[in-house]
Structure formats: C-alpha cells, structure tokens
C-alpha cells in the first residue's frame, strides 16, 4: 500500500459514497486508475465493503456500553461469536487479554433496552459468570468516521 492507496481510503472514510472522477481529482489520479487501485484494496482484503454510517442518536440508539463479559471456565471464540451474533444490540465484540474474556459494545434505545440486550447475552452464553458495565457518556474519539483527520496508519 502506497501513499495514493492510503489518501484513496481517507477519501473513502470521509464519502463512501465519492465516485471516481471525484476521488481522482482529489488525488491526482484519473477515474479508470481509481477504479483499479479500489478494485486492488478489495481484492486483496483492505477494503472489506461498504456500508452506511449512521447517527446512532437519529435513530434512536440513546444508549451505549461496553461489556467485559467473563466465562466460568474455557469457551472458545466460536462460540462467543456464534452466541453474541444472536443479541442484535451486540454492534462489536472481541477476545481479550486480562480478566474479562470477551469485550463487547452495544448500542441500546435505552438503559432499559441495555438491560434487555444484558440478560440475552448472559442467556446465549451458557456459562458467563458475570458481566462488567460502562455505560458511554460521551465519545470524544471516532476515528476513521465521517469528518475524521486524513486516513494515515503507521508504515
């Protein structure tokens, strides 16, 4: 990944919805060379997809945490997936070094709604012996969303 790569990703990660001539004429590049340098990133796994981005307050998710779930026992991330994919509130979740065994974050209508999702997730995982909540009060950091300084990774 070159340097015209990464400013074709930030252009991306501010509009993903930029046509080609629109990008190219960001980066100096013309429309075809574009397509091909996108068409590049996807094949070969950097760019995954497309998707919307949405405000999460616009359509009534108020409320967000995140979740250090812990298991009695070992549980393999399979099956964390497999469970966690089943409580739709679920927007991410990891394995994690430390004492939790998996880290989640899930966005709720609300504290009640939180709830809700909490006890399915306790529910799918047949041996979660507890779970640890913070509920988000504001994001300060939202790295790679709309609006965000130019796309740059380390080398």
């Given at each position: 990944m070159d340097d015209l790569d990464r400013k074709l990703?930030?252009?991306l990660l501010?509009?993903?919805?930029?046509?080609?001539a629109a990008i190219g004429d960001r980066i100096g590049l013309s429309a075809p060379a574009v397509k091909?340098?996108?068409?590049?990133?996807?094949?070969?796994?950097?760019?995954?997809?497309f998707t919307a981005v949405l405000d999460p307050d616009?359509?009534?998710?108020?409320?967000?945490?995140?979740?250090?779930?812990?298991c009695k026992g070992a549980i393999?991330?399979?099956?964390?997936?497999?469970?966690?994919?089943?409580?739709?509130?679920?927007h991410t979740a990891a394995t994690v070094s430390g004492a939790a065994?998996?880290?989640?974050?899930?966005?709720?209508?609300?504290?009640?709604?939180?709830?809700?999702?909490?006890e399915r997730?306790?529910?799918?995982?047949?041996?979660?012996?507890?779970?640890?909540?913070?509920?988000?009060l504001s994001r300060l950091i939202d790295r790679y969303g709309p609006g965000q300084p130019e796309f740059n990774p380390p080398d």
């Open positions: 990703i930030g252009c501010e509009d993903g919805r930029a046509g080609y091909r340098r996108m068409d590049r990133l996807l094949d070969d796994g950097v760019i995954s997809g616009l359509v009534g998710w108020a409320t967000e945490a995140y979740v250090e779930v812990h393999s991330p399979d099956e964390l997936r497999a469970a966690f994919s089943r409580v739709p509130e679920v065994d998996a880290l989640l974050h899930i966005v709720a209508r609300d504290v009640r709604d939180l709830e809700r999702a909490l997730v306790r529910d799918e995982v047949a041996n979660v012996d507890h779970t640890s909540t913070a509920i988000v």
